[in-house]
């Protein structure tokens, strides 16, 4: 059978017929023809059943071109976008140059430069307080300097001294005997003395006396020997030699005898001396028992030490007042501020004790300023809403003093600060904040901290060129940190302009819109 070619009329052929494969084109015309059209759609829906899985696959295909057509035309605009961004809207200030502290605080107690506390030294009944105006002295009362503020029942102690009075008076009495008696034996000394030379003299004029005896008796016996002179001229010329020694003797007895008196005398003479020693002795204890009524009696007095105001006031009249309840808490200061009687101060002049980290040691030094604000936090509120430090001090003052020792419980040192100014605004006792300025500098740029941004752990401060109102990210070296300034001191000029607002969505060259310009004229 001889093939033949499709004929003009081929297109009126049923459509599955063109989808066939080639193989149905090289079909006869035989009058056989018609009955292999269900051979050919059988062998299409064999067709489909094999690859029935390219018509979800062709349908993802589909979707994912679909999705990716969307997404660069998004990115085209996103791009188109970033090409040509809207300024960022920032806020600006002008560095400039000035003085910069470096602060150090602490919390710390206020107390009067001059203050005493006043207590007695014995028990007893308070007996009497200050009048004022028809009323007893209350704390608060103003007091002048040797004012008397408060006494105890002092009637055993004044007749404790009345009785050392008299003691001191009878040892002074007998003082005064004694001074007499050593007058007296020094006199007999010099009489005895007088009688022992009158008797030396006579001894001395009865010796010559004896000697030209002798000398007249020997001239007697060379005259008897010549037979010039009788026996008995010899016998009265030899007792007149015995007559001149006796007198010698005589003499010489008295002598003895006035030498005794003498040492009578100077041995009374050191008695009264040793009496008048033990006078003196207890003219010194009855003194000394007259002083220590005097003192103990004082101390039942309390006296306002220089003019001041009374602080704290603990006792009232016709109260017992006990040594006890004060030496009891000399431990607890607190405590013993509501046990001590009466504490006066000088509401002049106020210094503030605070402790420091005990690194600090040396950075704060004598003369460096201070200032003095309240201590419930209200300081940062108010700096934070555009005050400064200064605006917010209550008193301003300098370092006096810092003690190098550490304390060993929370190892810390002590400052005190004595204050200048503002001590009207201070109370004794009260808890306040310390600022003390460790570190100051002055002509230099400071900027305030919010200018300052920190990238790849360096410091950065934004640049606004005006002229292109571009940024400049620049890099920078910090100095000194104060209460909301920073001091630069490179990188960055006095008069231009950075940002303090606006910072985090900013880069090197971005476009930016100035909203608000200001000088650095925050806190210190």
């Known amino acids: 059978m001889v093939s033949q070619p499709y004929s003009s009329n081929s297109a009126t052929q049923d459509p599955t017929e063109l989808n066939s494969p080639p193989l149905a084109v090289a079909k006869t015309a035989s009058p056989e023809a018609p009955a292999s059209r269900p051979s050919s759609k059988s062998e299409q829906q064999s067709l489909l059943k094999r690859f029935w899985w390219l018509i979800p696959l062709v349908g993802v295909v589909f979707t994912v071109g679909g999705i990716s057509v969307v997404r660069l035309r998004d990115a085209a605009s996103e791009a188109a976008v970033v090409a040509a961004p809207d300024p960022l809207t920032v806020q600006t200030v002008t560095a400039e140059r000035g003085s910069i502290q470096a602060w150090v605080s602490s919390e710390g107690t206020v107390q009067a430069v001059r203050f005493k506390h006043l207590a007695f030294d014995v028990d007893g ?66 009489s005895a003395r007088a009688q022992v030379a009158q008797a030396e003299a006579q001894v001395a004029q009865a010796q010559t006396a004896q000697n030209l005896a002798q000398t007249e008796l020997q001239r007697y016996q060379q005259l008897f020997s ?55 002795s207890q003219i010194a204890t009855a003194q000394a028992r007259l002083n220590q009524a005097q003192v103990a009696l004082e101390g039942t007095r ?39 009687p009466i504490v006066v101060i000088d509401p002049s002049e106020f210094e503030v004790v605070a402790d420091l980290s005990a690194g600090m040691g040396d950075r704060i030094r004598p003369g460096q300023t201070a200032l ?25 003052g300098s370092v006096y003093a810092v003690n190098p020792a550490v304390s060993p419980g929370n190892r810390a040192i002590q400052a005190t600060a004595r204050m200048a100014s503002g001590s009207g605004n201070l109370q004794h006792g009260a808890s306040v904040n310390l600022w003390i300025a460790a570190a100051e500098r002055s002509d230099t740029v400071v900027v305030p901290l919010n200018a300052i941004a920190f990238r790849d752990q360096g410091a950065y401060v934004f640049v606004v060129n005006e002229t292109t109102s571009t940024v400049e990210q620049r890099p ?35 476009t930016v819109r100035v909203v608000g310009d200001r000088t650095t004229q925050g806190g210190l």
Do not use: C, K
């Not at 220089?306 to 009249?317: P, Q, T």
């Not at 309240?374 to 509120?381: C, F, H, P, R, Y």
């Open 125 to 190: 009944d308070i007996t009497y307080l200050a009048n004022r105006e028809g009323r007893t002295l209350r704390a608060g009362d103003p007091v002048r300097q040797g004012e008397l503020l408060a006494q105890i029942d002092d009637r055993t102690l004044q007749a404790d001294i009345n009785q050392a009075e008299a003691a001191v008076n009878e040892a002074q009495r007998q003082r005064g005997a004694a001074t007499a008696n050593v007058a007296q034996m020094e006199s007999q000394v010099a």
């Open 226 to 280: 010549q037979g010039a002179i009788s026996a008995s001229d010899l016998d009265n010329r030899r007792g007149t030699v015995q007559d001149a020694g006796s007198q010698v003797a005589a003499a010489q007895a008295q002598v003895r005898s006035a030498q005794a008196q003498v040492s009578t005398a100077q041995a009374q003479v050191q008695s009264a001396r040793e009496q008048l020693q033990a006078t003196d």
């Open 302 to 340: 309390l006296y306002a030490p220089f003019d001041g105001i009374v602080a704290y006031l603990n006792i009232r009249e016709n109260e017992y007042y006990s040594l006890q309840a004060v030496s009891s808490q000399l431990g607890n200061y607190q405590e013993l501020l509501s046990r001590v």
């Open 372 to 396: 003095v604000t309240a201590g419930n936090g209200a300081t940062q509120d108010q700096i934070q809403a555009g005050g400064n430090l200064i605006d917010s001090a209550q008193a301003q």
């Open 476 to 510: 920078v070296e910090l100095g000194l940190e104060g209460f909301d300034q920073r001091e630069i001191l490179s990188g960055l000029q006095a008069g231009e302009q950075i940002v303090t607002v606006g910072q985090n969505g900013l880069a090197d060259g971005a």
